[in-house]
């Protein structure tokens, strides 16, 4: 679509004030049409200027959305912005389930999501765990990896409830898929 160049200016344009909206509306445009891979590069920039938890929430799943197939600098934007916000109680989480999205298409995605999966550990926040098995059941879905089985394994083993119940959770629906296979 023609004119990501308009929104590029529009985003480098806005102050601090304004800049949520223009990223919003952004957001708006891209979930409502066909996936753009064109766009990535401002909506890449979106996600760097959002300000606020729902403005950048928003602008990552654009981002996984209008990602192409073989891109790399979407993931490694999503992968930024979930380091320097993987503490977050709601963008943490938002972060990895955008990132898990891209990489159901995206092999770069994929390898950086694993990669960031498999270094969870049963202290970090709850809702960061919660989004983790979510992501990792999604993915064995798609291809069985022992190590995202360990992971619900593990995260099946925590003494918090919620974290527990979706670890064994998600670890029954892949067990569940080995069963229909056989």
């Known amino acids: 679509m023609p ?75 999503l992968d930024q912005a979930f380091s320097s916000k993987r503490n977050h109680a709601f963008l943490g989480p938002a972060l990895l389930s955008s990132l898990g999205m891209l990489s159901l298409r995206n092999d770069y995605a994929k390898a950086v999501t694993l990669r960031l999966l498999l270094r969870l550990t049963l202290d970090d926040p709850r809702p960061l765990l919660v989004a983790g098995a979510k992501v990792a059941g999604l993915l064995l879905d798609r291809e069985n990896k022992p ?12 003494h918090d409830p919620a974290v527990r119940a979706e670890g064994l959770y998600q670890f029954a629906l892949s067990r569940f898929t080995d069963a229909l296979l056989a």
């Open 147 to 158: 190590e995202l089985r360990r992971l619900l394994v593990t995260l099946g083993t925590s």
């Open 3 to 77: 004119g990501w160049e308009s929104w590029m200016g529009k985003l480098t344009g806005s102050g601090a004030n304004d800049a949520d909206d223009v990223v919003d509306e952004l957001a708006a445009r891209i979930l409502s049409s066909a996936p753009d891979p064109s766009a990535t590069p401002v909506v890449i920039e979106a996600l760097r200027r959002g300000r606020s938890d729902l403005s950048c929430r928003t602008a990552a799943l654009a981002l996984a959305y209008a990602a192409g197939d073989t891109d790399l600098d979407a993931p490694d934007a």
